[in-house]
Each structure stands twice: as structure tokens, then as C-alpha cells.
């Protein structure tokens, strides 16, 4: 059982920076391959990035290829989502999930567990 809880949302500016963290519980969170998703309301949930076990893989959405960097620090149980030059259409809620296979999933169902949700807004 793995429990997530994301952090490090808010309202930024277009063009700025934020950092999303999502902590674990359970130490199995090594074996976990890790995603984050985003959500509009009446929109099904979207891939924006994942990252494999071991951090050796790791998959991006095109439209925030070389603005977002995933990464993942074992040690702290911890997956982050280092979001720069932020656009309006980054506006969304962000949630972080864990999958089992330890592979860098691109689809939900793939995902096991998931974390509540972290809201970014990005308006001037």
C-alpha cells in the first residue's frame, strides 16, 4: 500500500517556476514507477510526465517537453515535477501516481495508487 501527497501548487504568473512534490509512504516507493497527471474540470485526466524505478527512463507530454523536469529522490520517498516557464494552459489540478510495474506508464489505468490532487493556476 503506498499513500501519496502532492504539494508546492499555487498561483503563479506566466512565465514563472514552481516545484511539485509528492511524498510516499511505504518503503517499497523505490520499486514504484511514478507519474504525474493533470485535470481540468469536464476533461479526463492527462500524461505529463513519468519516470521508471530507477529513475533511468523517464517520458514527457510534447507540450511541456523542455519546460517540466521529473525526478525522484529514493531516499526521500519523494517524486517531483520541476515546472518552468509556465503558460495559462498549464492551469490545472496535478496528481502524482504509483505503479507497481516500476515502469514509466503514459496511461491512468496503468497507475495503482494516486495522491489528492494539487491545484496550479497560472494567470496574470
Known amino acids: 500500500q503506498v499513500q501519496l501527497v502532492e504539494s508546492g501548487g499555487g498561483l503563479v504568473q506566466p512565465g514563472d517556476s514552481l516545484r511539485l512534490s509528492c511524498a510516499a509512504s511505504?518503503?517499497?516507493?523505490?520499486?514504484?514507477?511514478m507519474g504525474w497527471f493533470r485535470q481540468t474540470p469536464g476533461k479526463e485526466r492527462e500524461f505529463v510526465a513519468a519516470?521508471?524505478?530507477?529513475?533511468?527512463?523517464?517520458k514527457y507530454t510534447n507540450p511541456v517537453k523542455g519546460r517540466f523536469t521529473i525526478s525522484r529522490d529514493n531516499t526521500k520517498r519523494t517524486v517531483y515535477l520541476q515546472m518552468n516557464s509556465l503558460k495559462p494552459e498549464d492551469t490545472a489540478v496535478y496528481y502524482c501516481?504509483?505503479?507497481?510495474?516500476?515502469?514509466?506508464?503514459?496511461?491512468?489505468?496503468?497507475?495503482?495508487?494516486w495522491g489528492q490532487g494539487t491545484q496550479v493556476t497560472v494567470s496574470s
Open positions: 519516470i521508471n524505478w530507477s529513475g533511468d527512463n523517464i
Open positions: 501516481a504509483a505503479a507497481s510495474s516500476g515502469l514509466e506508464h503514459v496511461f491512468p489505468r496503468s497507475y495503482d495508487y
Open positions: 511505504g518503503r517499497a516507493f523505490g520499486t514504484y514507477g
